[in-house]
């Protein structure tokens, strides 16, 4: 895994749009493209290309990463709200999924069915992807997970800095799914990834750094902005 170093966020953004945006066109004759969604402020600028720059989503299944336990779906820091705000009110998919206590033993198996086109992901300041968190296995599949204090303490400066507001727990997509997605797009947005993101791209593959697995895969983008 090469990191490909961008200028600006905006050109990063833009340039994993307009790959989605390719993508889909070329395969325009089959009746389906699967996107795996991924939240966090990374991504946030990808789907704003994706909705200012107006291109047809209509048979586009979508799957995302991951979402919190115990939070409403309409609560203003749940993935599903999160989603909404950013490109599900302005982009017409042809269904969206989210990992929740109703649906995560099967989802592994619904995302079989429509197997993942693009995955766009994020990576953690403990390298972390989704919520796998730093001792995942690689055969891991979609789960409830209890989230670190690390992450704890991240995600709390979207509830106020208190770190007591922030869901302990949540469902991810496993390892094994992200790992079966055709072909990946890694970001990292700032210095205060730079060090976890080439362990992981450089470093050995291990557990306490589940991104490293993404080695393994045949086709991982990693781009990078400071
Ligand atoms: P961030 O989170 O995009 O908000 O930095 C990424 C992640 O934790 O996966």
């Known amino acids: ?8 966020y905006d050109k990063m953004c833009k340039h ?17 493209f699967t996107l795996g969604l991924a939240t966090g402020s990374t991504p946030i600028g990808v789907y704003t290309h994706m909705v200012t720059d107006g291109w047809d989503t209509s048979k586009v299944y979508t799957y995302n990463l ?12 749940s993935y ?11 982009k017409q998919f042809r269904k969206s999924h989210f990992p929740t206590e109703a649906n995560y033993r099967n989802y592994d198996i619904m995302i079989r069915r429509f197997p993942i086109d693009i995955q766009i992901l994020g990576i953690g300041t403990n390298g972390h992807i989704a919520f796998n968190e ?51 797009y890694l970001l990292a947005n700032g210095k205060h990834k730079k060090d976890i993101l080439e362990k992981a791209c450089y470093g050995d593959i291990t557990s306490d750094i589940p991104a490293s697995y993404l080695q393994e895969h045949k086709a991982v983008d990693v781009l990078y902005c400071d």
């Open 80 to 90: 599903e709200y999160f989603m909404e705000e950013h490109l599900f009110a302005y």
């Open 134 to 184: 730093p001792g995942t296995p690689r055969d891991s599949l979609t789960r409830k997970v209890k989230l670190t204090q690390n992450t704890i303490q991240y995600n709390s400066r979207f509830f106020g800095d208190d770190v007591n507001e922030v869901p302990t727990h949540a469902y991810t997509m496993g390892i094994e799914s992200i790992m079966r997605a055709k072909q990946i």
């Open 16 to 32: 994993v749009s307009e790959q989605i945006k390719y993508a889909i066109n070329f395969n325009f004759m089959s009746e389906y």
């Open 66 to 77: 991951d979402e919190y336990a115990d939070l409403p779906y309409n609560h203003p820091q």
């Open 1 to 8: 895994m090469n990191i490909k170093e961008y200028k600006s």
